[in-house]
Nanobody, 122 residues
Framework: QVQLVESGGGLVQAGGSLRLSCAASGRTFSSYAMGWFRQAPGKEREIVAGISKNGGNTFYAGSVKGRFTISRDNAKNTVFLQMNSLKPEDTAVYYC???????????????WGQGTQVTVSS
């Protein structure tokens, strides 16, 4: 198993930036594809971005493509989500997740963090 802890959420004005981090512990971090998901009030959880085990491949939801960047540092057991040009509609709880079969583009992740709140004011 792997344990995940997110950090970096907060309140930001529209057009601003935030960088989320997710620290992993437990099994070897590089054994997992990693993803970021979000869930806004009254909406279903959706995938935001995913990254393959070695970081060589990424996936982005259409709503964030060109604004968000996912990356990972396997030496530091951490995955990041750089969020630029934030919009009020990006407001949500953001979760990181781990998936062992490298299907980083799917929503079928097995392990989840507790989430971090991101609020974008207009």
């Amino acid at each position: 198993q792997v344990q995940l802890v997110e950090s970096g959420g907060g309140l930001v004005q529209a057009g601003g930036s935030l960088r989320l981090s997710c620290a992993a512990s437990g099994r070897t971090f590089s054994s997992y594809a990693m993803g970021w998901f979000r869930q806004a009030p009254g909406k279903e959880r959706e995938i935001v971005a995913g990254i393959s085990k070695n970081g060589g491949n990424t996936f982005y939801a259409g709503s964030v493509k060109g604004r968000f960047t996912i990356s990972r540092d396997n030496a530091k057991n951490t995955v990041f989500l750089q969020m630029n040009s934030l919009k009020p509609e990006d407001t949500a709880v953001y979760y990181c997740a781990a998936e062992p079969s490298n299907a980083y583009w799917t929503s079928r992740y097995d392990y989840w963090g507790q989430g971090t709140q991101v609020t974008v004011s207009s």
